[in-house]
């Protein structure tokens, strides 16, 4: 089910009431929108909060090409040849003018300043006290996810806060304020959240709008990456023993149209292609809008009508096909192919001699070129079973921003970080294995330091890359750890073999040298500064229309 916005035409884009004075000499132009006129009923507020979500579907956020630009930086994807934008953040050579650092400030102040104008106005409409409290604890939370974007994105968390709709010069131009005073407004935010959502919604309708879930686990991000393991702990706890949701039996109903809002979904950012159809560029306010994504042209091979961008990382690529199925696991028993990778593996990318999957409609080795040195394509939250070239480049598929297996692995760090408990955090992590078809992992071959180590490199990469907005990268500097996986990273070699992909041997891999052999992030390794790349700087557009920005 879709969210109830896609039958709703943004707010800030309608000419909702057209008048005339008696003095039919005075026509009041009809394309003019008050806000004192706009303001006046429950409907109003309503569609203001529906523009508030759709801000997620914008450019920067979920929707479109910053959007999958992020995992480049990460160690979980790889940019093709050919898009600068996408290159230069992977080489960590982004500043204030890139696009990325642009559209992703530009886009979560857009979500912000839906969410104020909600805000401001609700007292001026006759609300019962519940469904007041429930308005503005969505607003509220969708305010609190934006400046979560920003406090985690932009200039050590040092951002401009806004709490009010901007009236005069004064109002719009600000200072960012301390990273302390952004955390305690996030805070605030989702704690009025958390304890005015409801758990689950009765109407259909209503489905995909924020719940009592999806606030509990953006606190439980926001503490764990503060290190307050305890306290994090305790909400993602919440949420486990709730039994509100639960693991899929198929991975891969978390990354197709079919399956959007199921049991694993705690929440998702809704995409259609069916009202508002649009073009490639991905979604877009107005009439003439449209409410698709464009990941699918984006990350989509040559045969399945897009430009394959970015890739999984060839790290990616050998984790997955490291990822073998457990033989003795029912799961498996309907795979009749030679390939033995999972079936997690065969879900999220697609590798030349998968012969358990396709691509495209096509043999998995046919569905794209592995050209250009390219050892694998992302098939998450892609149109890979769709025939038609027309159909497969414009996406309608929802991004799921927070589903319930990353809850799992964070509720496992927490057990690590605070407990040291191993048995409990192991039951988790198979949790997520057994629904892969892998082999479960034994409490008896792991201390603490080294099941961290495999949910750090091994299970969260394989079970969520390219999934969240910036998801890794919020991982890798939570753990301070950006520098130690770029250096292991650039020491590795690879080489493909008749489109398959393999580290590099010397003694079998007789045609290659180290030389010759393939490798990624040594630009990276060499360039990476904590107090440089891991926040992006406050954008041009910001500073070059900000005259108090430094005030």
Same mark, same amino acid.
């Given at each position: ?330 799961? @498996?028993? $309907?795979?009749?192919?030679? %390939?033995?990778? *999972? #079936? ?5 990318? &697609? +590798?030349?001699?998968? /012969? ?26 892609? @149109?890979? $079973?769709?025939?038609?070239? %027309?159909?497969? *480049? #414009? ?5 799921? &921003? +927070?589903?319930?297996? /990353? ?145």
């Amino acid at each position: 089910m879709k969210l109830n916005k896609l039958n709703i035409v943004v707010m800030t884009t309608i000419a909702m009431i057209c008048s005339c004075s008696d003095d039919q000499l005075n026509i009041e132009n009809p394309n003019n929108l008050s806000a004192d006129s706009f303001w006046s009923t429950e409907n109003d507020v309503q569609q203001g909060l529906i523009a508030t979500y759709a801000a997620l579907q914008l450019d920067g956020l979920f929707g479109g090409s910053s959007a999958t630009q992020h995992p480049v930086r990460s160690d979980t994807g790889r940019p093709n040849n050919w898009n600068a934008n996408a290159i230069g953040l992977n080489k960590l050579a982004f500043n204030e003018n890139s696009d990325i650092v642009k559209k992703r400030w530009r886009d979560c102040y857009i979500g912000i300043y839906r969410a104020n104008q909600v805000l401001v106005n609700l007292d001026k409409i006759d609300l019962s006290v519940s469904t007041k409290n429930q308005i503005e604890a969505e607003a509220r939370f969708l305010r609190g996810f934006f400046y979560y974007s920003l406090y985690r994105g932009y200039n050590g968390g040092s951002v401009i806060i806004h709490t009010t709709v901007p009236e005069s010069s004064d109002d719009f131009y600000k200072s960012p304020s301390p990273a302390e005073d952004v955390y305690n407004l996030i805070l605030s935010d989702l704690e009025f959240a958390y304890n005015n959502l409801p758990e689950q919604y009765d109407n259909n309708q209503d489905i995909g709008r924020a719940t009592w879930g999806a606030a509990t686990a953006m606190l439980g991000k926001l503490h764990i990456n503060e290190h307050d393991y305890g306290v994090a702990r305790n909400k993602f706890k919440e949420i486990l023993d709730s039994n509100l949701y639960s693991l899929t039996p198929n991975i891969g109903d978390n990354f197709d149209e079919d399956h959007e809002m199921n049991s694993e979904s705690i929440f998702e950012v809704a995409f259609s292609t069916e009202l508002k159809q649009g073009t490639s560029n991905g979604a877009a306010d107005g009439p003439l809008g449209s409410e698709a994504s464009s990941r699918a042209r984006i990350l989509a091979t040559v045969q399945g009508g897009g430009y394959r961008t970015i890739m999984p990382s060839y790290n990616m690529t050998m984790l997955f096909k490291n990822d073998v199925m457990d033989i003795n696991n029912p799961i @498996n028993a $309907t795979r009749t192919g030679t %390939s033995n990778y *999972s #079936i997690r593996t065969s879900m999220s990318i &697609a +590798i030349a001699d998968d /012969d358990n999957s396709t691509l495209y409609q096509r043999p998995s080795n046919e569905g794209g070129g592995y050209n250009n040195f390219e050892a694998s394509y992302l098939k998450k939250i892609q @149109n890979w $079973t769709l025939i038609r070239e %027309s159909d497969q *480049s #414009i996406s309608g598929i929802n991004e799921r &921003a +927070i589903r319930l297996a /990353d809850i799992k692995l964070l509720y496992a760090e927490c057990l690590l970080q605070s407990e040291n408990s191993v048995g409990e955090a192991i039951e988790q992590v198979n949790d997520i294995r057994q629904r892969a078809g892998v082999v479960l992992l034994n409490s008896v071959d792991y201390d603490p330091e080294s099941l961290m180590e495999h949910i750090m490199w091994v299970e969260r990469p394989l079970e969520l890359m390219f999934e969240g907005h910036d998801t890794r990268w919020e991982d890798l500097t939570r753990w301070d750890k950006v520098q130690e996986q770029y250096d292991r990273l650039a020491s590795k070699r690879y080489v493909l073999v008749q489109k398959n992909l393999y580290e590099f041997d010397p003694v079998i891999h007789t045609n290659f040298t180290e030389e010759t052999a393939l490798k990624e992030f040594e630009d990276a390794a060499n360039s990476y500064q904590p107090g440089t790349h891991n926040y992006f700087p406050i954008p041009s557009t910001e500073q070059n229309s900000n005259p108090d920005l430094f005030n």
